[in-house]
């Protein structure tokens, strides 16, 4: 059983850098893509991103270059790298397994980690 | 692409038949999940390509369509599946999905 874990700094100030990873337990990178999606509170989902084990990744034109997703310095990790926040960043960030036998639907999601950005 | 949900919000009984809408601006072909998110949660995948169920999700859930235009429907409601619902595209980059809808 795949399961996903997040953590990283909750609470940042303006113009400060947000940094997660996500651990994946029961299964590797290869195969898969790797996703970011956030949520601020009680609005929709938002994809941020999403990586694959060879270290390709693609990102939200939205985010304007301001989001970086990377492969994590231990196995089985990847990161997000978000630059320049504000007020509009805070959500509830997810990192989420893109499955090729689901045609990269979503199968396994972590619980989420809350970013608040405040002064 | 945007998808756009309908209604926003959904007020049903027990046992009841309801359908959600997703619209996308343009063809996706049958690029499409369903999910289901509860309060405090993250999102459950239901459906993939349009119509296939996922491991585990009950039968009553049912999803249709292909191109711009996608059904999500729930047989016999059960008290479980007052959530949220999105739609999510994945026939190409950015991935969107849609702005939700309440079953209530």
């Known amino acids: 059983q795949v399961q996903l874990q997040e953590w990283g700094a909750g609470l940042l100030k303006p113009s400060e850098t947000l940094s997660l990873t996500c651990a994946v337990y029961g299964g590797s990178l290869s195969g898969s893509y790797w996703s970011w999606i956030r949520q601020p509170p009680g609005k929709a989902l938002e994809w941020i991103g999403e990586i694959n084990h060879r270290g390709s990744s693609t990102h939200n034109p939205s985010l304007e270059s301001r989001a970086t997703i990377s492969l994590g310095t231990s196995q089985n990790q990847f990161s997000l790298s978000l630059s320049s926040v504000t007020a509009a960043d805070t959500a509830l960030y997810y990192c989420a397994r893109g499955s090729l036998s689901r045609g990269t639907a979503f199968d396994y999601w972590g619980r989420g980690t809350l970013v608040t950005v405040s002064s | 692409i945007q998808l756009t949900q309908s209604p926003s919000s959904l007020s049903a009984s027990l046992g009841d038949k309801v359908t959600v809408t997703c619209r996308a601006s343009?063809?996706?072909?049958?690029?499409l999940a369903w999910y289901q998110q509860k309060p405090g949660q993250a999102p459950d995948l239901l459906i993939y390509d349009a119509s296939t169920l996922e491991g585990g999700v009950p039968s009553r859930f049912s999803g249709s369509g292909s191109g711009t235009d996608f059904t999500l429907t729930i047989s016999g409601l059960q008290p479980e599946d007052f959530a949220t619902y999105y739609c999510q595209q994945f026939n190409s980059y950015p991935r969107t999905f849609g702005q939700g809808t309440k079953l209530e």
């Open positions: 343009q063809g996706i072909s049958s690029a």
